[in-house]
């Protein structure tokens, strides 16, 4: 990433898919790798997104100073369930090393290893409840493929067969079927 595309980030501030941390007021690591932890899970259980160590909230940049990027993704891996990868990447801002966290919504609700589960609500991260998981897994679990147009099909993909077979069915089931002819 570029400064330029970095200053862009830092205009815009905190949204759904960008969360600044500070890595100087932290009072150590193992609290760093909370913050992380927390913030990453949300963003995954929502739409992605990325953590920037380094920069305060207001956007002001202060950077990130004796860090182990390795040591830190590994930490995050371990304290989520199902473990969470995540990218990272370091950006050079003047003086100052900004460290950006970055993770994929790929369907899968993550949580921490204590079992607490987070999403992303506008700029802040919020519980996730248990009455929730119920109205997400069914949706996405009992998906209703016939109701998706399939751009990339072709009359070459249609059972010629199965619909001559359905129209028969419909036929015996006069109730069943309007102009099935």
Known sequence: MTATEFEIIIAQGESSTVEF??????????ERI????????????????????????????T????YDIQK?????????RPPLFAEAEEIQYGQET????????????????DGRML??????????????LG?????????????????DSTLNDVNLLEIYNLKEKLKSSPNLCVNCS
């Open 34 to 61: 909370s913050l992380a932890v927390d913030e990453l899970i949300a963003f995954a259980n929502t739409k992605g997104g990325t953590l920037y160590f380094g920069v305060e909230d207001n956007g002001t940049v």
């Open 135 to 151: 109205a997400r897994y069914s949706s996405e679990q009992n998906q209703d493929f016939s109701a998706k147009i399939l751009a």
């Open 98 to 113: 900004v460290i950006a966290l970055s993770v994929k919504a790929d369907g899968v609700m993550y949580s921490t290893t």
């Open 119 to 132: 999403k992303r609500l506008g700029s802040s991260s919020k519980a996730s409840y248990p009455a929730e």
């Open 63 to 66: 950077g990130c100073d004796k």
């Open 72 to 80: 830190l993704l590994e930490s995050i891996y371990d304290k989520t």
């Open 21 to 30: 941390k500070s890595w100087k007021k932290a009072s150590g690591m193992k």
